[in-house]
T-cell receptor, first 110, second 113 residues
Framework: SQQGEEDPQALSIQEGENATMNCSYK?????LQWYRQNSGRGLVHLIL?????REKHSGRLRVTLDTSKKSSSLLITASRAADTASYFC??????????FGQGTILTVHP | EAQVTQNPRYLITVTGKKLTVTCSQN?????MSWYRQDPGLGLRQIYY???????DKGDVPEGYKVSRKEKRNFPLILESPSPNQTSLYFC????????????FGPGTRLTVT
């Protein structure tokens, strides 16, 4: 399967702590994106990193990409209760195909 | 407001009764796609379209049809729904393809009995 793998599957932390989620994939990619989903709703785009980039920041988010290891990580710093959601890595494998990771369920306790 | 809309949001139907889930975007995006989300399986791409009259299969196209006659609309058609198509369906669009931010619709929860 070309599906990405994410770990951990679930992560429970306290407000103010950092949360790190990892994504691995098997094929060559054009870019990798991270999305957030709140409880069965539509996904919201967080950040995109291209295959020639190694690190990207957006507010409290930091994404890294290691194409040699075929892996990416998403770091959320100083987590808030409102960050509670599922997080997915999404990568483009060919012309128009997008593949999703299994997702990490993040719970941030107030 | 820039958005992707899906209709209906909820649908309960019976096996074999043809149905269409509509998807429309108002951002003049070229790329549109459909996904299904199932517990334990995550989201899987059903079909995608790079532009008008250009569609192609994703990872799980069996049992589904799509058409792209206009840029803004990308309906998902289930000619003969079966219970294994019970799922949460999402439509998404982007400016030009997989290298761009995907805008997702709110989802359609389909139950086939």
């Amino acid at each position: 399967s070309q599906q990405g793998e994410e770990d951990p599957q679930a992560l429970s932390i306290q407000e103010g702590e950092n949360a790190t989620m990892n994504c691995s994939y098997k094929t060559s990619i054009n870019n990798l994106q991270w999305y957030r989903q709140n409880s069965g709703r539509g996904l919201v785009h967080l950040i995109l990193i291209r295959s020639n980039e190694r690190e990207k920041h957006s507010g409290r988010l930091r994404v890294t990409l290691d194409t040699s290891k075929k892996s990416s990580s998403l770091l959320i710093t100083a987590s808030r209760a409102a960050d509670t959601a599922s997080y997915f890595c999404v990568f483009g494998t060919s012309y128009g195909k997008l593949t999703f990771g299994q997702g990490t369920i993040l719970t941030v306790h107030p | 407001e820039a958005q992707v809309t899906q209709n209906p949001r909820y649908l309960i139907t019976v096996t074999g009764k043809k149905l269409t889930v509509t998807c429309s975007q108002n951002m003049n995006h070229e790329y549109m796609s459909w996904y299904r989300q199932d517990p334990g399986l995550g989201l899987r791409q059903i079909y995608y379209s790079m532009n008008v009259e250009v569609t192609d299969k994703g990872d799980v196209p069996e049992g589904y049809k799509v058409s792209r006659k206009e840029k803004r609309n990308f309906p998902l058609i289930l000619e003969s729904p079966s219970p294994n198509q019970t799922s949460l369906y999402f439509c998404a669009s982007s400016y030009q393809g997989i290298g761009y931010e995907q805008y997702f619709g709110p989802g359609t929860r389909l139950t086939v009995t």
